[in-house]
């Protein structure tokens, strides 16, 4: 697939800067890593009207756009425009829907392209840069659910209790399966899993127990196995966490602070993972980092599509 563009220079701090917006502008790079990223980016201006991807085709490019406006749908649906300090698809790419995505350009428009393969492999390399991605995508995903009303795009539907839930402690297979069941992931990463389970700490509190509140330090997150939480958010979001889910890992990944009061509606087991444990196997085991990538990513298309569902209805009302 190809689209009208012409080659333009950026000065090298401008080039830098626009990287930095695809990790994360709190992050602090090495030099190293911020050059291997910089020599596979490509200056381009695209005029107005350019299909960047059409139905049908995958996405093989990050566009970092310096300068105008892009505007992307999936399968027909508006995800809305981007401007100059956002990019567009990294979130196409790792979603793996590889012939969902359309984009245009929407005004004349100076980008910055990178190859999403040779983006990966530089994740790989420098495991700083994909840290960098899924704090910025955790960080998304917090300020997309914040805007989603009444339940932050939960649903309300609550998974089916665990009825082996005893008294006794979970032994390691059991904490591996909760994991594998939670997270959503398939029997290549067993060894991760087993991993993470490791160094989950067990826990239990009785209904009525305060979790945490807003503006708490969120070092850790926490898989449900038996019980119901339930949570508010500062906006008036009510939602509740049942056996499957996993609540306190956007935070923790993202390393800000509680966004949401937690408290136990109903006698809780869990499973704690502390955040600095989460980074090591990640670090340790680059797949599972893209895994967590792509479950993120597939996350905040599928919370853009909700709000734009939801602006559209309103719309529609007033």
Not at 101 to 120: A, G, H
Request: with cysteine; proline share 4%.
């Amino acid at each position: 697939m190809s689209y009208i563009s012409s080659r333009v220079e950026l000065g090298p701090i401008q080039q830098m800067h626009a990287l930095r917006r695809l990790f994360g502008m709190d992050s602090a790079y090495s030099n190293e890593a911020l050059a291997a990223i910089s020599r596979l980016a490509t200056a381009e201006r695209v005029p107005a009207g350019q299909q960047l991807v059409r139905a049908g085709d995958p996405f093989e490019r990050v566009h970092l756009i310096v300068e105008g406006t892009l505007e992307l749908t999936h399968r027909g649906h508006p995800l809305g425009q981007y401007s100059a300090g956002e990019a567009v698809g990294v979130l196409s790419a790792l979603s793996r829907e590889r012939d969902a995505w359309t984009c245009r350009t929407v005004t004349d428009s100076t980008l910055l392209t990178l190859r999403i393969s040779e983006v990966f492999e530089v994740f790989e390399d420098h495991f700083e840069l994909m840290h960098g991605a899924l704090i910025k995508l955790a960080s998304d995903v917090i300020a997309w659910r914040r805007k989603l009303a009444p339940d932050v795009g939960s649903g309300g539907d609550l998974r089916t209790p665990c009825l082996a839930c005893g008294r006794a402690p979970l032994n390691l297979v059991e904490r591996t399966l909760h994991l594998r069941h939670t997270i959503g992931l398939e029997d290549s990463y067993i060894d991760e899993l087993t991993e993470l389970a490791r160094a989950a700490a067990e826990v239990r509190y009785p209904a009525g127990t305060a979790l945490w509140s807003v503006g708490d330090l969120a070092a850790n997150a926490l898989v449900v196995v038996s019980g119901v939480v339930s949570a508010r958010t500062p906006e008036g979001a009510l939602f509740r966490f049942g056996p499957g889910d996993m609540l306190g890992n956007l935070d923790t990944i993202a390393g800000v602070p509680r966004w949401f009061d937690a408290w136990v509606e109903r006698d809780l087991v869990a499973l704690s993972l502390d955040g600095e444990a989460i980074v090591d196997v990640w670090e340790d085991h680059p797949a599972m980092g893209f895994a967590f990538l792509r479950m993120l990513s597939q996350l905040v298309v599928s919370l853009r599509l909700q709000a734009a569902r939801q602006a559209m209805d309103a719309r529609r009302t007033a």
